[in-house]
């Protein structure tokens, strides 16, 4: 026994002498550059998983045997190695939808302009009730002093005042239905 464990250990220390000696003469830019998509790689992946997976129990005896020879227990080993957790297996998997970072930016973008129209919208609205409600005062203080000839004499703003209410609520009536037809 004790014979062939010795030249099993030469002729493995002769096989790794010669790979060494093989890979120092072999020069890097004789090899030609791998290059290979995700998808390349993980088909090929696949195809060496399915092709690597043991086909028997013959290759374990053959471990087994090989092992033994070397004095490794086995069965401890056996046990040992079967309580390793070696993880999920690698899948390949789509992207998550809620990761779509160009339509995030295409919504955000969407939404800032609706915002944006829509303050505009509510500054013009307010813009034009001002320069309604101004309007309104100017053509009131005009009819007033074509009427009576005076300018805010006392007693007549009171009356003034609630005229031009009475008047500016007909004229946002008679605007909300000018509206309402457009």
């Known amino acids: 026994m004790t014979k062939s464990t010795s030249s099993q250990n030469s002729s493995l220390s002769q096989i790794l002498e010669r790979s060494r000696l093989l890979a120092s003469q072999v020069n890097p830019q004789e090899l030609a550059p791998l290059e290979r998509g995700l998808s390349q790689i993980a088909t090929q992946s696949q195809t060496l998983k399915a092709n690597s997976a043991p086909s028997g129990n013959g290759l374990d005896i053959k471990a087994h045997y090989f092992l033994a020879q070397a004095g490794v227990n086995t069965q401890v080993l056996t046990r040992e190695l079967g309580t390793i957790y070696l993880g999920e297996p690698t899948e390949y998997r789509q992207p998550i939808k809620d990761t779509d970072v160009e339509g995030y930016f295409k919504q955000k973008r969407t939404q800032t302009i609706v915002d944006l129209m829509e303050s505009e919208k509510q500054e013009i609205l307010q813009d034009m009730d001002n320069e309604f409600d101004s309007e309104i005062r100017e053509t009131w203080d005009d009819i007033r002093v074509r009427l009576c000839g005076t300018e805010g004499q006392d ?7 609630a005229s031009a209410t009475m008047l ?9 239905n ?3 037809m457009d």
Request: net charge positive.
């Open 178 to 180: 000018r509206f309402q």
């Open 168 to 176: 500016k609520s007909r004229l946002n009536v008679l605007q909300t």
């Open 155 to 161: 007693g007549t703003d009171t009356i003034d005042s």
